[in-house]
């Protein structure tokens, strides 16, 4: 996960963590996965996850790419209670780990409704509260969708009053970015928007779902140009991309204006009716299709098993009164949407600070996109192993330590002494994704072994139906934060008294080694019990901040 070169080694796990890597020594174990000539990496984390509650007990399209830890609610979804959420979530037993943010959106509907409303001081006051309840829950960021009613509505002033009641939890705030008429659809402004708001609310702004989208395409290195801007200038801002040219949502979130969605559903599809208002809404839309997605041609209907111009050709008419009339058949219908160009994925997904996440998350569903089953082998098997768009060792941290960082994970997302043992095996070789827009739930190949806190879940490519996953909660020790880079030494030196504990740690990470080294001593005040360090796994800083992982080893063995 670190991103350093590969080399080779044993793992050794008792009891859900990582104790020995490399040369274990003489240990026995009572099971042993022989991996020769695989790669064994940490279990992938998919930070942009729309995971459903009835899958997650299976993950059965989730482990076969790899994947061991979602983080729910993307794009400002879920509960105002994640609380009650992860537990229901949790209902059946869980095949891998979860974690939630807390979402804006939900939290801006909560108190808001449907409706184009200013918010008073007290309901402002409101949603602070809400937010700062579930970061209190373990919430692991705050994540939004600006672009999506009804949190569209809200003025950038009002959502950085609501989100700076994140700023003492060292948090991060990934974001939908919002494409406005009045910026002419850019989506470079909606990325703007996201910094700015990150910056000004004290959180690490997150380019979610990356895209220099429609008329923009082909403009990634002037993003990135910006992304590193604010990075150098100190705000810090993260990047996280799925592999492939179209996206999926609700077709009317895209190409139905705000004001004509303004008291949801039912108003939106009166105003259709309204013949001084349908022409407008037919040239909006047409609008948007050539501004945002490069015209009719790019629309997939995925449920219908048609695209709009096939609808188009059928009744004879213009591609935004077809819009429309697929509206009033299906208000909440999801269209596939061609947004980007394979140039742009490239640059993306080679800047340093871009992790991998699928915008997808365990289902049991034909969704219609092949992300839900093919994002991570597609990455490994045609960036890293048949492109060389980025290295294999690059293309693993992009899928585990990085995004680790971005949501401020300590204890996961590498293989280390002291680390929880998710793990993936793969074969580099033949690791490939197999589903498309034709067939989306073709799974893939070459994921061979999953194993979820120290337990078997996937073997020989095959789910084992293991319930080892846990809920993941975040606290105010987990900042959001850029990851450690290899090339420079670190240090940390520490001393404390807690009751009836003491501890001392001297540790440093030199530049280009995988592990700490150095001391910890842990002594137990009241019996003198003394447990000093055996193997150190990683040391990780930040401003004001370090994190050790490390086994420990009582004087009798």
Known sequence: GSGLARYRGDVAIPEGHIVAVGDVGSGKAARTIDATGLVVSPGFINIHSHAEPDAVSTAANMLPQGVTTEIINADGSGSVDIATELSNYAANGLAENIGAYVGFNAIWSDAMGDRDLRPTEAQIAGMRAVLENNLAAGAWGVASGLDYRPAYYAKPEEVVAILSAAASWRTNFPNHDRLRPEDNLS?????????????????????????????????????????????????????????????????????????????????????????????????????AMATRLGGAEGIALPTLGKRLTDIMAAENIRAGEAVLRTLERDPMIYANMTFGTESDVVAFLKYPDTAVACDCGATIENLGHPRYYGSFPKVLGHYARDTGAITLEDAVRKMTALPAAIIGMVDRGRIAPGMRADLTVFDAGMVRDHATFDAPTRKSDGVRHVIVNGVAALVDGRATNAKAGAVLRRDTHMPSRRMSTTTTTRSFNANARLPGLMVTIKAEQRAGARYATGSVMLTDARSGTVWAADRFGVLQTAKGWASLTATLKDRAG
């Not at 000004?200 to 979610?208: D, E, M, Y």
């Not at 779902?209 to 801007?229: D, F, N, T, W, Y």
């Not at 077709?251 to 039912?266: E, H, K, R």
Request: avoid cysteine; proline fraction near 6%; charge should be neutral.
């Open 187 to 287: 989506s470079f402004k909606g990325m703007e928007e996201t910094i700015a708001i990150g910056e000004q609310a004290g959180l690490t702004p997150v380019v979610t779902h990356i895209k220099s989208a429609g008329r923009e395409r082909g403009q990634a290195p002037r993003v990135l140009e910006m992304v590193a801007a604010a990075s150098a200038r100190g705000v810090w801002t993260a990047i996280d991309i799925y592999p492939y040219l179209a996206g999926q949502t609700a077709l009317q979130a895209f190409l139905v204006p705000g004001w004509a969605a303004d008291g949801g559903s039912d108003a939106m599809l009166a105003r259709f009716k309204d013949p001084k208002i349908r022409p407008q809404l037919v040239e909006a839309a047409e609008y």
